[in-house]
C-alpha cells in the first residue's frame, strides 16, 4: 500500500515537473525574450533559406594540381630548313612550238663574209707555178648598216640578202666600179643569228645558227649534253617571241615519233628540273635530324616537368597536412550547428567547405538520425537566433512535423547557418518513463527500509 501510494506521488510531481524536468520549445513573447515558432513548409523553408551565408572556402592549395603544360624547353626556337618540301610533278604537259621554215640563211649584222679575188701575180710567181694559191682573200664584217666596205667599190649592202643575193650584188658593184668579177664569196663567221642555251647543261653558252639548220637536240648536244639526276622529272622549256613552249625531256630523247625542233634566231632554251632529287634528300635527311632533335628535346622535357611536378606535388602535400593540422588542433575558423535532445548522438555538425549542408544532412549524418522510441517526429526544430544586434533575445523555432513521412523531404531543403541548434523533443510516454526510472530506486529503498522494521 506504501509503494502505492509512493508511485501515484511520483507521478503527480513528475507531472507537475518537479521530479523530472525535460527541455522543449515554447513560444515566448515578453520583454526580455522571444520565441516564435514557424512550421517548416516549401514555403517557409525558402523564406529561411533566404538569410546571407557564404560556406567557408578550402584553401586554393587543395584545387591545385602539380602538372603543368608540357612542351620544349630550353631548346630555343627551332633553325628554319634549308630546303622546302617538294611535291613531286605528275605528268607535265608538252607544248611543242609551230613549224617554222625560215629559208636559206640570210645575211645578217656582225656576219664576215669572206671575199676571194684572183690577182695579178709576176713573171717569178707563174714560173714557180703558185699562180692558184695566190688568190686574195679578204674578210669583211658586216656592219651596223647591214653593208660592208669594199676597197676601189664602196660599201654593198648585203644584209636580208642570202648568199646567192650577196654575190649577184657584189658582182653588179664590182662591174659598175670596172674591176674584173672574178670572185667567190662566203661567210667565215656567223653571228647575227644565235640561240642561247641554259639550265642542266654541262657547258651553257651562246650558239650560232649556221647555213644548216639548228636542231634542239643538237643544241643540247652541242652544250654538254644535259645534267639531272633524274631525267623523268626534267623538262626543256623553250621561249620564242613571247610565249612558252615545253618538252618532257624523257620524251624528247626516248626514241619517239615526235618530229625534231629546229631552232630559230632569238630563241631560248633553258633546261628545268621540278623535281632536285639531292634537295630532297637533303630536305628529309634535314627532317629526320630536326626530329631527333625534336624527340631530344621532349625527352628532357619530360624529366625536367617530372621533377618538376615531383617538387610540386610534394609543396602541396605539406601544404595540405599543415592544414588539416591546423583544422585538427582547432587553429582554423569552422562553422557549427548543434544537435541536442532526442537524436542519436548529441555533439555539433559541422558546415562543409564550399557548399551549404540541410537539415538531413546534419541528422542522418552526424546524430545517426531521430530515435522513433524516444524522440517525438512531431517536434525537430532548428532553433535560430536573429543576426540583428537590436533583437538579441529573439529566437525562431523552424518546426518539422514528422508525423508525415513526406515531411521529410522538406529537411533536404531546409538550408542551415552556422550556429544552428537542431532539437528533437521527446516522446510524453518517454518523460513518464524516465520520470518512473528515477524514481523507481528510492520506492525500492523505502520498501525495504519499511518491511525491516
Known sequence: MRILTLACLSLSLGGCGIAYQSPAVRSVTSSAS???????????????????????????VFSSTAGGPCGARGIGALPKPAYLPQQR????????????????????VGDVVLLATPSAGDTVAELTGL???????????????????????????????TLEEAEAEVFQQLVKNQIDPSFSLEISEFNSRRVSVGGAVKSPGVMPIALTPLYLDEALAASGGVVVPD???????????????????????????????????????????????????????????????????????????????????????EARQNYKTRLDLGAVKQDYVYLTGEVGSQGRYTLPFDHKATLADALYDKAGGVPTRTGN????????????????????????????AANILLATRFELRPNDVIFVAEQP????????????????????????K
Open 231 to 317: 631525267r623523268n622529272y626534267a623538262t626543256v622549256r623553250l621561249y620564242r617571241d613571247g610565249r612558252l613552249y615545253q618538252i618532257p625531256l624523257q620524251k624528247l630523247f626516248d626514241g619517239s615519233a615526235m618530229k625534231r625542233i629546229r631552232l630559230m634566231d632569238g630563241d631560248s632554251v633553258f633546261v628545268d628540273t621540278e623535281y632536285q632529287l639531292d634537295q630532297a634528300q637533303a630536305y628529309f635527311e634535314e627532317q629526320i635530324k630536326l626530329s631527333e632533335f625534336r624527340q631530344n628535346a621532349r625527352q628532357n622535357s619530360l624529366a625536367e616537368l617530372s621533377a618538376e611536378v615531383s617538387l610540386r606535388r610534394a609543396q602541396l602535400e
Open 429 to 452: 510516454v518517454t518523460r513518464w518513463g524516465r520520470v518512473i526510472q528515477q524514481i523507481t530506486p528510492s520506492l525500492l529503498s523505502s520498501s525495504v527500509a519499511a518491511a525491516t
Open 377 to 404: 517526429v512531431r517536434e525537430i526544430y532548428v532553433l535560430r537566433g536573429s543576426s540583428d544586434p537590436r533583437e538579441f533575445a529573439s529566437v525562431t523555432a523552424w518546426q518539422l512535423d514528422g508525423r508525415n
Open 34 to 60: 522571444k520565441v516564435r515558432v514557424v512550421p517548416i513548409t516549401a514555403e517557409s523553408a525558402m523564406l529561411a533559406n533566404r538569410s546571407s551565408y557564404r560556406p567557408q572556402v578550402l584553401p586554393a
Open 131 to 161: 699562180l692558184a694559191a695566190q688568190n686574195s682573200r679578204q674578210g669583211y664584217t658586216v656592219q651596223d648598216d647591214g653593208a660592208i666596205i669594199i676597197p676601189d667599190v664602196g660599201r654593198v649592202q648585203l644584209a636580208g640578202l
Open 89 to 108: 610533278p605528275t605528268v607535265m604537259e608538252t607544248r611543242l612550238p609551230p613549224d617554222d621554215d625560215p629559208g636559206p640563211y640570210k645575211i645578217g
